[in-house]
């Protein structure tokens, strides 16, 4: 759906001021940036707010969009940087930091009867997945909702990727303990 | 557990956390396995992560479409293309083929603009319907303006009122330029179209159509009756208007929103929609069966209200006959569409295409219920 030569032709059909194109890309990354930004403004009306402005900006800028390496982290940054930007603005930098950063996660099993697992099992894994600390929370949902390489997470961050290596392998244990504990206890 | 090795235990996460992420290289995934052979506890976890890892998230757009509406009509003018018929037409004989190809320029970009647009028209208020216009209606032929889409392409339109038009695909509306915005507001249609009337007590905009006259009481509507059609239809989503026949001017039927008027244009046809009220006629001469009033209904599993889904870019129907479906396809793709096996025309569909093209809608449909179809140039034909 959104791999990577999908997006290098949507990217060619904005640039031809293609609006289906560029709704779809909306539709496409929308959510996902929402919750990214969300996570460091808490607010839901700034955030919409902020979205709106990465998206305008794509097209406004749409004659150059070819000259983006790669769109989706374009994205990413672009949400970054203008969350920062408003943060700043309203005098709210320390939420500008990937420590105090809300990640909401998405449910580990959407339909847990369909991929047999118990609900207690589901709710479990997304308390474990809950309690992660909040950087290595964003890591995870970066990589496994919005689907970032380790490479475009740690740019997007401004991090090291074998941090960003270290803090998935912390996630995986930490969820994979709370497994453990339920089946010593069920 | 006791005995595993905490640096082993260690390279596991960094390794299934890599296979998970498409990360890992052939050595790894290699290294990963023989860890999971040696440590068979593992397993159940491995397993159990790698199921949850591939969790596809449901309704990832949900509500964004929505989002999208709001980001658009947040920065118009970013998007806004619009054109004043007014300004650029003229009654050179030339001109339509000029005005056509125009449009056809326009066309791609109109699309996308339609979604919008019709938010910010169902918002502020706004009637539909349906009609059928009858040619050489308005008075003085000279200074006719006439807007005209062809198959396959949709435009919006502002009066010089100011009232906003979306012209559905296949239809024409004409304006005596010279008279219009003097006394009355007239226009006459043939075909579809959504109106967003300028509020001006004192100057009615009537709308002509071949089976009905509709006068916009309100403030916004849209109107639909295509030739080709049995029937011809005016919905009112909010606002008021005052629909009267054309065969029997004493009657005026005042439409309040969330009603439909369907009018069979064959006056011998007498399978209109199912009914739920007959409408009483004030001096109850005739009986009249081929008039119905029915309440507007979204569907209840997708809220999509058939009548004006059209305006959100869908193609739309519910039930509806492969004969009735055929026009209904040649006007959206602009593709001519022939039914030769006759026993195949009353075969019933249901349908909700966006982005589809003709042979993709073809091929769904025939899906539920079999045909066949082959598409040669600009045509189709069903057998």
Not at chain 2, 1 to 20: A, C, E, P, R
Not at chain 2, 279 to 292: F, L, T
Not at chain 2, 361 to 372: A, M, Q
């Amino acid at each position: 759906m959104n791999g990577t030569d999908d997006l290098i032709s949507l990217g060619e059909r904005i640039a031809n001021d293609d609006q289906l194109a560029y709704r779809q890309l909306f539709i496409l990354f929308y959510n996902k940036l929402s919750r990214f930004v969300l996570g460091f403004t808490k607010s839901k009306e700034l955030t919409e707010e902020i979205v709106s402005d990465v998206f305008i900006n794509v097209w406004r800028r749409r004659k150059n969009i070819q000259e983006i390496m790669n769109l989706k982290l374009y994205l990413y940054v672009s949400a970054k940087n203008i969350t920062f930007n408003y943060l700043k603005k309203l005098h709210r930098e320390n939420l500008a930091d990937l420590d105090s950063v809300e990640i909401e996660p998405e449910d580990p099993f959407a339909d847990p009867a369909a991929a047999m697992i118990t609900r207690e099992m589901n709710l479990k894994l997304k308390a474990a997945i809950n309690e992660l600390p909040p950087r290595c929370k964003l890591i995870f949902t970066l990589i496994k909702e919005d689907g970032l390489t380790y490479k475009q997470t740690a740019t997007l961050l401004g991090i090291s990727e074998s941090t960003v290596e270290n803090q998935l392998s912390i996630a995986l244990k930490k969820i994979g303990s709370s497994i453990r504990y339920t089946f010593r206890h069920n | 557990m006791l005995n595993q090795d905490n640096s082993s235990q260690g390279q596991f996460w960094i390794l299934l956390s890599k296979k998970l992420s498409n990360e890992a290289s052939f050595e790894e995934l290699q290294e990963l396995q023989s860890i999971l052979l040696s440590n068979p506890d593992l397993h159940h976890k491995a397993e159990m992560l790698t199921e949850m890892w591939e969790q596809e998230s449901i309704n990832i757009s949900a509500g964004s479409e929505a989002a999208y509406m709001r980001h658009v009509m947040k920065h118009k003018k970013d998007f806004f293309v619009e054109e004043n018929p007014t300004e650029t037409e003229s009654n050179d004989p030339g001109f339509k083929k000029e005005h056509g190809y125009f449009r056809t320029l326009l066309s791609k970009k109109k699309l996308t603009i339609f979604s919008f647009l019709t938010l910010l028209v169902l918002t502020t208020g706004a009637i539909y319907l349906f009609t059928q216009k009858k040619a050489g209606k308005l008075p003085a032929e000279q200074a006719i303006s006439s807007i005209v889409t062809k198959n396959g392409n949709r435009t919006k339109i502002v009066l010089p009122d100011g009232s906003q038009v979306w012209l559905n695909a296949g239809s024409n509306l004409d304006y005596n330029n010279s008279v219009f915005n003097k006394d009355l507001r007239e226009v006459t249609l043939n075909g579809e179209a959504y109106f967003d009337v300028t509020k001006n007590a004192d100057k009615p905009f009537i709308i002509h159509t071949k089976k009905m006259d509709v006068k916009v009481i309100g403030t916004a509507f849209n109107i639909r009756s295509y030739g080709d059609e049995k029937t011809a239809e005016a919905s009112l989503i909010r606002g008021s208007i005052e629909v009267s026949l054309k065969d029997r001017k004493d009657q005026k039927f005042i439409l309040k929103p969330n009603e439909k008027i369907s009018i069979a244009t064959d006056e011998t046809q007498q399978t209109i929609e199912k009914q739920e009220k007959i409408v009483a006629v004030k001096n109850n001469a005739k009986p009249i069966p081929q008039i119905v009033v029915n309440d507007l209904k979204p569907n209840p599993t997708n809220n999509i209200i058939p009548e004006i889904a059209w305006t959100q870019n869908k193609l739309y129907f519910e039930d509806e006959s492969l004969e009735n479906i055929a026009p209904m396809l040649e006007r959206w793709f602009g593709n001519k569409v022939e039914i030769t096996n006759v026993s195949l025309k009353n075969l019933r569909y249901y349908g909700n295409f966006e982005n589809e093209t003709i042979e993709e809608v073809l091929s769904y449909l025939k899906l539920s219920k079999p045909f066949n179809f082959k598409i040669e140039h600009d045509s189709v034909v069903i057998y």
